[in-house]
């Protein structure tokens, strides 16, 4: 680890005022920046701890939350409202990290997390655009069985491996950011990026950028939600392929539908294809597996993870099934 100044703000536009500072990066709860730097892939020259910026989760005028960004996920899994309201995302908090982690990892934070590709830390033996624009990627020809089949370029192929992330883009939510040049707010669907000729970077964010908030739009009344995560082994693993989905029926029929997956794309990945083929359809197996393969008709396996597409289809029809038969929250 290179040394470093330290800083901790005493409100946002302290924050802001210090993060302008070239070479500076926000610091959550770290548990993914510190295991960066450490590792020599994050070099910044001084930390602006947010931790202790507004925690808080509100009510908004339409029903649904804004869920400040240095909110621990733990508190944000146990909140009654999101529990009660948008189960998907009190189930993929549980479902990532351990309970230590949970503690100490902020809503920000885990928006921000970088992927776990191995190659990407692997400093010392393994060429990594993300780490090293230009360099070349390793995952191509080598060791790819997490890899992505969705979304990928050829200068990368890593996967964002957030479990939070894939509900809240399920969810429709929206990020609000700030900055000395002023407020704004992105689609989620547009905060992370796909790598096109540029993996090293992450998000749309802007240097100096604060991500303040995170906001989610109330679902329709009666519709159920979850999130699957399919995995190596049952704690502290990322997912081979993940599944958030939210379903509306009316009657026999598919009212409304969001789907996305996570453990297949540099992003959590949106669902579009496969919601467009669902939506007023019955809901039956049959159309599960064929709304499936809508999305995933562009998929790029690798050599090692050929298996993803079917696992993720099948996981999909499986997590539907359960939603329509009213099994799930």
């Not at 990892?105 to 230009?134: H, I, M, P, W």
């Not at 399920?170 to 905060?191: E, K």
């Not at 970077?201 to 979850?226: C, I, K, M, N, Q």
């Amino acid at each position: 680890m290179t040394p470093f100044d330290y800083t901790r703000a005493t409100d946002t536009a302290d924050a802001l005022h210090q993060g302008a500072i070239t070479g500076t990066a926000y610091l959550g709860g770290g548990t993914n920046l510190v295991d960066l730097m450490r590792e020599m892939i994050a070099r910044p020259e001084r930390l602006v701890d947010v931790s202790g910026l507004p925690a808080t989760i509100q009510e908004t005028e339409d029903g649904g939350l804004l869920i400040g960004a240095a909110v621990r996920n733990t508190a944000l899994a146990e909140h009654r409202a999101v529990r009660m309201r948008y189960p998907l995302l009190s189930r993929a908090i549980l479902a990532g990290a351990s309970a230590q982690i949970r503690n100490m990892a902020t809503v920000g934070g885990n928006l921000l997390q970088r992927t776990r590709c191995t190659y990407f830390y692997d400093t010392e033996g393994s060429r990594c655009n993300k780490r090293q624009l230009g360099s070349g990627c390793d995952a191509r020809e080598g060791f790819n069985r997490i890899h992505a089949v969705l979304g990928a370029s050829d200068a990368c192929f890593a996967t964002h491996p957030s479990d939070m992330c894939v509900a809240l883009a399920a969810l429709d939510a929206t990020v609000h950011v700030d900055s000395p040049a002023g407020a704004r707010t992105i689609p989620f669907a547009d905060f992370h990026r796909l790598p096109d000729d540029q993996p090293d970077r992450d998000t749309s964010l802007d240097p100096g950028e604060l991500v303040t908030a995170v906001a989610l739009p109330p679902l329709p009344s009666g519709t159920r939600s979850t999130y699957r995560k399919v995995r190596d082994r049952a704690s502290y693993a990322f997912a081979l392929v993940s599944v958030a989905a939210a379903l509306k029926m009316e009657g026999d029929r598919i009212k409304d539908v969001r789907i996305a997956f996570g453990g297949v794309a540099h992003k959590p990945w949106r669902a579009t294809k496969a919601e467009a083929a669902l939506r007023d359809g019955p809901a039956t197996h049959q159309l599960f597996l064929e709304a499936a393969a809508a999305e995933f008709a562009d998929a790029r396996p690798l050599r090692d993870n050929a298996f993803k597409p079917t696992l993720a289809s099948r996981t999909l029809a499986a997590v539907l099934e359960e939603l329509a038969n009213g099994d799930a929250a």
